[in-house]
């Protein structure tokens, strides 16, 4: 199993010294965690991890190859239900993230819908739902396409976090062989999913998973919250059922990249240590 690490693991550090923190913990692989457009004062000072998605990549390739790491996927989490807006990130944004990805050679972009901030979001219909999704995703699909990169929809919204809405955003989406499905454990659960129902259903979509486990303390949240940044656990000490997750995809042959959302370096060892005992890939 190839076991990454996204890049948000140290508070108020730059993204190479998240890069250097991964390889630290033993880990090769990892999503490039957070971006933004243009500059922003936290990048140029160094206490905010996030990349421009104007940068040249060559810098990018360098500071990855410096700690000796590979990258999976380069995160473009959006707002896909609310009016567009300048300071929104949509489809803009996506289509920025796609050919910044081709430029690295990395083959994965991840983005959900998001929970809406506006009572406009809030309002829509479902119907309306899957037309703002799926009119915000035109364009990026189709430079997807063009570069050769997979676009792959996480569990982060009311309709991504459970199997009977992720499917009916594939169907409206259509395009099989460029849009797929980063199944992330804790959000699906959280939002009232069930992450293993996701790989039971839709494995043949599922191209890259986040892992993160739940604590107890989050059952009276569960279907009530639409993602969580980061389990604080190790896989397998929460309620989410990560052991059958993995025996899940082992059984329908994932061999796809996946990626540790979890704080703390012993929970993230630990996770490491469970997930290569559990699965036989």
């Known amino acids: ?23 630290e913990l033993g880990i ?55 009016p567009v807006s300048p300071d929104s990130y949509g489809t803009h944004q996506i289509i920025k993230a796609i050919r910044l ?3 690295l050679g990395v083959k994965q972009v991840i983005t959900t819908e998001g929970d ?42 009311i309709m991504t976090d459970t199997v009977d809405g992720m499917k009916k955003i594939l169907d409206t989406l259509g395009n099989e062989d460029v849009v797929g499905v980063n199944l992330d454990t804790g959000n699906s659960w959280l939002g009232g999913g069930d992450p293993l129902q996701f790989v039971q259903e839709l494995g043949n979509r599922i191209k890259h998973v986040h892992w993160k486990d739940m604590g107890a303390e989050w059952v009276d949240k569960r279907g009530t919250m639409y993602g969580c940044g980061m389990g604080l656990i190790p896989v397998g000490d929460g309620v989410v059922g990560i052991k059958e997750i993995v025996e899940a ?14 704080a703390g370096k012993e929970a993230v060892q630990e996770s490491v240590k469970r997930l290569h005992d559990w699965s036989q890939g």
């Open 116 to 157: 809406p901030k506006t009572d406009f979001g809030h309002n829509l219909s479902e119907e309306q739902r899957l037309l703002m999704i799926a009119s915000k995703l035109h364009a990026p699909i189709e430079w997807a396409r063009e570069l050769g990169i997979e676009l792959l929809l996480e569990p982060h919204g």
């Open 28 to 82: 090769d692989y990892a999503d490039l965690t957070d971006s933004h457009d243009g500059a922003t004062l936290g990048t140029e000072y160094g206490f905010s991890a996030s990349i421009s998605l104007d940068s040249h990549p060559g810098k990018i390739r360098d500071m990855v190859a410096k700690h000796g790491l590979t990258l999976t996927s380069v995160c473009a989490h959006a707002n896909l239900l609310d």
């Open 1 to 23: 199993m190839i076991i990454g690490c996204f890049a948000l693991i140290e508070p108020f550090t730059p993204m190479e010294r998240q890069f250097e923190a991964i390889k």
């Open 101 to 103: 990805a081709n430029l």
């Open 249 to 262: 995809l082992d059984q329908i042959g994932f061999v796809g990249p996946t990626t540790l959302e979890i």
